[in-house]
């Protein structure tokens, strides 16, 4: 496979678009026609992740943080960020990132799942996705052909309910003109078919999916149909997650049990370590700007990284016990995730991983 191959999954499971404004994701250095056989992943283009990406001949490397996040006007080796684009540019190694685009469609959902949190839901909601309902007249004949092409394509989905949709029979006609190639009827004569309407609910990520494999399916050589915009939205993505953990806990064992589940030699503990917690917000990576919405919830305890000493202190005034994790701690946990996906995705290519660690040592 090309590293457009690559990107093309990955841009579709964690959308670029839904990056913030000021992140930098998505293809940041390398040739899109370039084979990919061995693929690195670490949160960091370090340079020792560079390094271990050369011995291991990787010709990609993919990460959680951008390698460039501001703009460059100059690229030499005496810049140490610079010299990194230069050394992967030598080595033939594409670098790929999925920032805050993997925070909302993933990161929150995997670190809720690792905490085996129940009744979830989004901290901070912040992105939906418009609805639209899909009307198309076919042959009766040709109705279940269609309806199940439009419903492989995404559509019909209303909840935890698939292949949704609502048909009506009736009468269509048309007059096929001169150079045109009917499926039914003669070019000239007015035609009467007995169709049925079938219609349906789309997402808006995937509308033209839908509209396309409808259009190939049809027998039709003009399809009729109609596309409106639905009032709701669906597909609510976020940052951060609120649930119930597996049973009530003292902040103490929180601690510990989120040491566990994290594989992470320490955590640091803000409030009352006998104070019994039940509903619990986590936001891996730097949640500190965060804390103000996860007092407007019932979560008396916050998992996260990041917080400083008066960050601390001042949340446990306002009622909150914090358990910083730090940046590391949990975000490490992309690393397996983009692994399983790559795996699912290409057969034959040689996924390899950073070894997990914090960047510092604990002494």
């Given at each position: 496979?090309?590293?457009?191959?690559?990107?093309?999954?990955?841009?579709?499971?964690?959308?670029p678009n839904l990056a913030y404004e000021w992140d930098n994701v998505g293809l940041l250095v390398g040739d899109r026609s370039q084979e990919v056989r061995k693929v690195y992943i670490s949160l960091d283009v370090t340079d020792q992740a560079i390094e271990m990406a050369k011995a291991a001949h990787a010709d990609m490397i993919i990460t959680h943080h951008p390698l460039l996040f501001q703009s460059v006007k100059k690229i030499h080796t005496d810049d140490f960020i610079t010299n990194r684009v230069i050394q992967l540019l030598k080595n033939d190694i594409a670098s790929y990132a999925m920032h805050t685009n993997y925070d909302?469609?993933?990161?929150?959902?995997?670190?809720?799942?690792?905490?085996?949190?129940?009744?979830?839901?989004?901290?901070?909601?912040?992105?939906?996705?418009?609805?639209?309902?899909?009307?198309?007249?076919?042959?009766?004949?040709?109705?279940?052909?269609?309806?199940?092409?439009?419903?492989?394509?995404?559509?019909?989905?209303?909840?935890?309910?698939?292949?949704?949709?609502?048909?009506?029979?009736?009468?269509?006609?048309?007059?096929?003109?001169?150079?045109?190639?009917?499926?039914?009827?003669?070019?000239?004569?007015?035609?009467?078919?007995?169709?049925?309407?079938?219609?349906?609910?789309?997402?808006?990520?995937?509308?033209?999916?839908?509209?396309?494999?409808?259009?190939?399916?049809?027998?039709?050589?003009?399809?009729?149909?109609?596309?409106?915009?639905?009032?709701?939205?669906?597909?609510?993505?976020?940052?951060?997650?609120?649930?119930?953990?597996?049973?009530?806990?003292?902040?103490?064992?929180?601690?510990?049990?989120?040491?566990?589940?994290?594989?992470?030699?320490?955590?640091?503990?803000?409030?009352?370590?006998?104070?019994?917690?039940?509903?619990?917000?986590?936001?891996?990576?730097?949640?500190?700007?965060?804390?103000?919405?996860?007092?407007?919830?019932?979560?008396?305890?916050?998992?996260?990284?990041?917080?400083?000493?008066?960050?601390?202190?001042?949340?446990?005034?306002?009622?909150?016990?914090?358990?910083?994790?730090?940046?590391?701690?949990?975000?490490?946990?992309?690393?397996?995730?983009?692994?399983?996906?790559?795996?699912?995705?290409?057969?034959?290519?040689?996924?390899?991983?950073?070894?997990?660690?914090?960047?510092?040592?604990?002494?």
């Amino acid at each position: 496979m090309k590293v457009k191959d690559i990107v093309k999954v990955l841009d579709q499971w964690c959308p670029p678009n839904l990056a913030y404004e000021w992140d930098n994701v998505g293809l940041l250095v390398g040739d899109r026609s370039q084979e990919v056989r061995k693929v690195y992943i670490s949160l960091d283009v370090t340079d020792q992740a560079i390094e271990m990406a050369k011995a291991a001949h990787a010709d990609m490397i993919i990460t959680h943080h951008p390698l460039l996040f501001q703009s460059v006007k100059k690229i030499h080796t005496d810049d140490f960020i610079t010299n990194r684009v230069i050394q992967l540019l030598k080595n033939d190694i594409a670098s790929y990132a999925m920032h805050t685009n993997y925070d909302i469609c993933r990161m929150a959902d995997v670190s809720g799942k690792y905490l085996e949190l129940t009744n979830q839901r989004s901290l901070e909601i912040e992105h939906t996705e418009k609805v639209y309902k899909v009307a198309v007249y076919v042959p009766v004949d040709h109705e279940e052909e269609v309806a199940k092409g439009m419903a492989d394509a995404g559509a019909g989905a209303i909840g935890e309910y698939s292949d949704c949709s609502f048909r009506i029979q009736g009468e269509g006609t048309f007059k096929p003109l001169p150079g045109t190639h009917p499926f039914i009827g003669t070019i000239g004569e007015m035609e009467r078919v007995n169709e049925v309407k079938i219609e349906t609910v789309v997402s808006e990520s995937n509308l033209n999916k839908v509209l396309e494999t409808m259009v190939n399916i049809h027998p039709y050589e003009e399809p009729a149909y109609d596309v409106y915009e639905l009032k709701k939205e669906v597909n609510p993505k976020g940052i951060g997650k609120i649930g119930q953990l597996p049973k009530k806990m003292t902040l103490k064992d929180t601690a510990l049990y989120v040491k566990e589940k994290f594989s992470l030699e320490s955590v640091r503990v803000y409030g009352n370590l006998d104070e019994i917690l039940e509903t619990v917000a986590i936001l891996p990576g730097s949640g500190k700007s965060y804390i103000d919405s996860v007092l407007r919830t019932k979560a008396t305890g916050y998992i996260t990284g990041d917080i400083t000493h008066h960050d601390g202190i001042d949340a446990v005034a306002r009622g909150l016990n914090i358990i910083d994790a730090g940046h590391y701690g949990i975000e490490h946990i992309f690393i397996e995730d983009v692994k399983n996906k790559l795996m699912e995705s290409f057969e034959g290519l040689e996924v390899l991983t950073e070894k997990i660690s914090h960047p510092f040592q604990v002494l």
